[in-house]
């Protein structure tokens, strides 16, 4: 199968997926963000970084590119997108995902390993992983703290959209160890139609036992699985 | 052109020269010089750009060896790591910015280093920054802290390029100079390595980035005087950064690497447009012929002299072929990037300035680089040492029991847990961090070859108060020792000096005697020096910093398999003491909590002993003979022991019984002393022998001294402290109470 990387210009965490993807043995295609071909892609990524510099609020103006036009097209569709990061913010942004991503409560920019605890294994990106298994994986951002109104996180709840909590690491609530405070401990959710997912935490920088954790790459499967088994969930513009 | 008529002292204040300077440029001129000839003058004579009073001193290091790829003199060093791929590094400093503009400060200090190394080609995988602060329990050293802090994240992690080491002292003779120095590493295919010398007149002389406005005027001359009350009244020579607008340059700097339509590529940083373009064409043996009125403004009415010595950030000057030049603007305008062709290189050894066709500067290249006139002050040893030097720090009783003692070093914000810091920084981008912050050195894997690179920096700036020599010297063997305890061999070092006003005599003393140290560290250890950079007149008030030497090292490691990390790896593993026992507590962290003085001899070091000890301890890894490897510092033994506990979770044993044996001074020299050219290691115990042959091999001395495991911290008869007491001692340092 063949994943399409987003690319804007303050985009750095670009080659970081596709070296996870060349870890699992598939292939993936750069997208530009001027561009709006998606190269017949299986599965869109939008990944981390400060796509035009996120000057104004993150994601605010990357969603109005050229390249997110042809996302919501396939989103729309059914084709799978998944937001790492900067990408979630996006998402956010442009009404793919309901809630908002604002400054983590510590103020302070975050980087450490998290664990997370897989809320669903009812999501093409985490079918290869059981409900309730506590994945390690690394974050990094400033503001990545998921707020929404109560309704919108109880129907979160309810439809199991939730696809991430930050956990401690025997799976129980996080307390002190969330990295930004966000509500519920939500670290990722899907949409609707469960094909376009949002996270902040990085599961490309997961995909190797050398550099900590081979956890992330069970996402990346996840999605090869899914696409092998139900074949394109909709077709990107060739 | 307009002549200068007359010079007062104020206009050569602003520009930093004597009158004795003024007047020899006159003289080899044969006329005044104009108002921009001499901003631009004053620019390349100060001590940032012209190194005027370092040069000769900077003349004795060795800089040469079998890995050198290119020494100093162009915008970045760089060593040979195998697989036909260089390693580019420098380290710089931005002290006088971030003292009164924290965050802007650091933060173009980081973007300031990344382009010396993006311009060579290279693409940055790592940075690491050195960070000295006065004493941290002062709410406004915190604040200054907290600000270079944001500042390195701020511009590292939007750029994402990963932080991924470095080091922080906090010391009363910083309360009014804090220092940052960013070192930048890069890695790059050899035959990419893009070189800064223009050539072929009529080539045409592209400005790329961000357009010119009026920050930083006058900050290489800013960065050459002493700073005062009136200093923050400089905050215009403090440059303003965007990360964003980098990232985008570095990006086409990269993909433009080994490109033939790429002559030179030169960034712009100190003095800006001046020295970039007078360095440039220097070095290609060159001229340059330049109007400023093509330079694209971010304010009205800038005047010429404005435009030469604005230090806008990233900007980057590039020497194309005519026919080139239109294919290379557009790689840039498809990052949104503009670009400005300003002039051409020429073949008259000049640089030539014109604002709209008229003539405002015309100086002979040679003048401004060759024939910077040096300083040669007086060095005079100063008084008083000898007394320091001769107080015994083992004359007074230790005022706590020693295990009180360890949890109070480790409590200390010099030695403790830097979490707080590093976890503002994006230490993880790039997909090649192995050994992340908080072990000896960082570890980065190359992809390419299957080995590694190994960055630390270092320089204890006590050692260096009373002894600049020994003190320099003791920075290269520990940021050494820091690399090997990784398993990687050292292979390069940047250096930053950090000094007062060296026309303070014994400033100048401290200057000459710590190159002479790193001159003899360099040597012993066969380690040439690639690159570096001067930072003097860090005073205020008249009161200078310790001398503080912070050393870049770069180690190679062949194989990434063959690595070791400093926590205890295994329960039951034997506990070694590789090199000697000593009991140096002069200038050690103890004396500065037990005594509050820095007195006292300096610790012993014996080059030939270091060499031997770090080959040994690289034998022995590259064996697989080694489950942990921890190179000793502050705190000595005693705080390695509890490093090495924290970051492997596991507690240790001690029995050996020369230390239940000693009086309690002679066990706190034993157990907190700083002696040299030594690591605590672990062994599983059946290769124990095999580790005991490799140092017999060497003449090092290897002692036992217990074992791994459990979750206490144990010396036979001195102390029993629970692992988690250990690790909340360590943990709270840099978290204010």
């Known amino acids: 199968m063949r994943f399409g990387i987003a690319v804007f210009p303050g985009t750095w965490s670009d080659r970081d997926c596709a070296r996870a993807i060349e870890v699992l043995g598939h292939e993936s295609v750069y997208l530009w963000h001027r561009d709006h071909d998606l190269a017949g892609v299986d599965c869109v990524i939008l990944p981390g970084g400060f796509s035009y510099g996120d000057h104004l609020r993150t994601g605010a103006v990357a969603r109005f590119a050229p390249l997110m036009e042809s996302v919501q097209e396939f989103a729309a569709s059914g084709g799978l997108v998944w937001g790492i990061c900067n990408g979630f913010q996006i998402l956010c942004e442009a009404h793919l995902l309901p809630g908002a991503l604002t400054r983590n409560a510590s103020l302070e920019f975050r980087c450490e390993s998290v664990w997370l605890r897989v809320e669903t294994s009812d999501t093409p990106f985490t079918r290869a992983c059981e409900t309730g298994a506590v994945l390690a994986v690394p974050v990094s951002h400033g503001e990545g703290r998921f707020v929404a109104d109560p309704s919108t996180l109880d129907r979160l709840e309810a439809e199991r959209r939730v696809a991430f909590r930050y956990v401690a690491r025997d799976g129980s609530a996080a307390g002190d160890a969330s990295p930004n405070g966000s509500m519920r401990d939500i670290a990722g959710i899907v949409s609707e139609g469960r094909n376009v997912l949002g996270m902040m935490p990085h599961p490309e920088r997961a995909a190797e036992p050398l550099l900590g954790s081979g956890d992330g790459l069970r996402l990346f499967g996840s999605v090869v699985e899914a696409v092998a088994e139900r074949g394109a969930f909709a077709t990107s513009s060739p | ?737």
């Open chain 2, 1 to 737: 052109m307009t002549a200068h008529p007359t010079v007062s002292d104020a206009q050569l204040a602003e520009v930093a020269l004597t009158r004795e300077e003024y007047a020899l440029a006159a003289e080899r001129l044969g006329r005044v010089p104009t108002e921009v000839e001499l901003g631009v003058i004053g620019a390349m004579w100060s001590e940032h750009c012209g190194y005027k009073t370092s040069k000769p001193l900077l003349a004795r290091l060795p800089t040469s060896g079998p890995r050198v790829l290119q020494g100093p003199g162009e915008n970045a060093g760089a060593v040979d790591i195998g697989g036909g791929l260089a390693c580019v590094f420098k380290i710089e400093s931005h002290n006088h910015p971030s003292a009164i503009e924290p965050y802007q400060g650091a933060a173009t200090g980081v973007g300031g280093i990344l382009r010396d190394v993006f311009t060579m080609g290279a693409r940055p995988v790592a940075l690491l920054d050195s960070l000295r602060f006065g004493p941290f329990e002062e709410p406004a050293q915190r604040h200054l802290l907290d600000g270079v802090v944001a500042g390195i994240g701020g511009y590292g992690n939007c750029i994402g390029v990963p932080t991924v080491g470095g080091e922080i002292y906090f010391d009363e003779s910083y309360r009014h100079n804090c220092l940052v120095n960013a070192m930048c590493v890069g890695v790059i295919e050899q035959a990419k390595l893009t070189r800064a010398a223009a050539a072929g007149p009529g080539n045409l002389v592209l400005l790329v980035g961000a357009d010119t406005g009026r920050d930083g005027i006058h900050g290489a001359t800013f960065a050459s005087v002493e700073l005062n009350e009136a200093s923050s009244e400089r905050r215009p020579a403090v440059q303003v950064g965007n990360p964003f607008l980098e990232k985008c340059l570095m990006e086409v700097c990269v993909a433009l690497a080994g490109d033939p339509r790429i002559v030179a590529m030169q960034d712009l940083g100190a003095a800006g447009l001046t020295s970039s373009s007078a360095e440039l064409a220097h070095r290609g043996g060159c001229g340059i012929e330049m109007d400023v009125a093509r330079v694209s403004r971010r304010e009205r009415g800038m005047t010429a002299y404005e435009v030469m010595l604005s230090e806008s950030q990233e900007r980057m000057l590039l020497v194309v072929r005519p026919q080139d030049a239109a294919s290379v603007q557009a790689e840039f305008d498809r990052w949104d990037l503009h670009s400005d062709v300003i002039g051409t290189v020429t073949g008259t050894g000049r640089m030539v300035v014109t604002d709209a066709g008229a003539a405002v500067c015309d100086l002979p290249l040679a003048l401004l680089i060759d024939e910077v006139p040096l300083r040669h002050p007086d060095a005079l040893r100063p008084g008083g040492l000898d007394a320091a030097l001769g107080v015994d720090p083992l004359a007074a009783a230790p005022p706590w029991p020693a295990g009180e003692t360890l949890l109070r070093l480790l409590r200390s914000p010099n030695v403790g847990s830097r979490r707080p810091v590093f976890r503002r920084y994006d230490h993880q981008v790039g997909d090649d961090s192995v050994v992340l912050p908080g072990g000896d050195a960082a570890l980065l894997r190359v992809r390419a070859t299957g080995g590694g690179i190994a960055l630390s920096t270092d320089g204890n700036a006590r050692y260096a108060a009373l002894d600049p020599r020994r003190g320099a010297a003791i920075a290269v063997c520990e940021a050494a020792r820091n690399v090997v305890a990784v398993g990687a061999a050292p292979v390069g070092v940047t250096n930053c000096l950090n000094f007062g006003n060296p026309e303070k005599p014994e400033i100048f003393w401290q200057l000459s005697e710590a190159v002479e140290g790193m001159r003899e560290a360099c040597l012993a250890l066969g380690v040439p020096v690639v690159s570096g950079n001067v930072s003097l007149y860090n005073d205020t008030q008249g009161v200078s910093i310790d001398p503080t030497v912070v050393i870049g090292m770069v180690g190679h490691l062949e194989d990434l398999e063959r690595r070791c990390a400093a926590g205890f790896a295994h329960d039951g593993d034997a506990v070694l003491l590789v090199g000697p026992v000593g009991m140096d507590l002069g200038g050690s962290e103890y004396q500065r909590l037990a005594q509050g003085v820095n007195a006292g001899p300096r610790p012993t070091l014996d080059l030939d002993l270091e060499r031997r000890v770090q080959a040994a301890v690289l034998e022995m890894i590259a064996a697989g003979l080694l489950a942990s490897c921890h190179d000793l510092a502050e705190g000595g033994l005693g705080v390695a022991l509890a490093e090495s506990c924290i970051l492997g979770g596991r507690g240790v044993a001690l029995t050996e019984r020369l230390f239940s044996l000693a009086a309690p001074v002679v066990l706190v020299g034993l157990l907190f002393g700083e002696s040299q050219s030594r690591f605590l290691a672990s062994a599983a115990t059946g290769d124990v022998a095999g580790v005991r042959a490799i140092a017999t091999r060497h003449q090092v001395d290897v002692r036992e001294l217990g074992t791994t495991g459990g979750n206490r911290v144990s010396l036979t008869g001195v102390f029993d402290l629970g692992l988690d007491e250990v690790t909340r001692a360590h943990a709270g340092a840099l978290v204010p109470s």
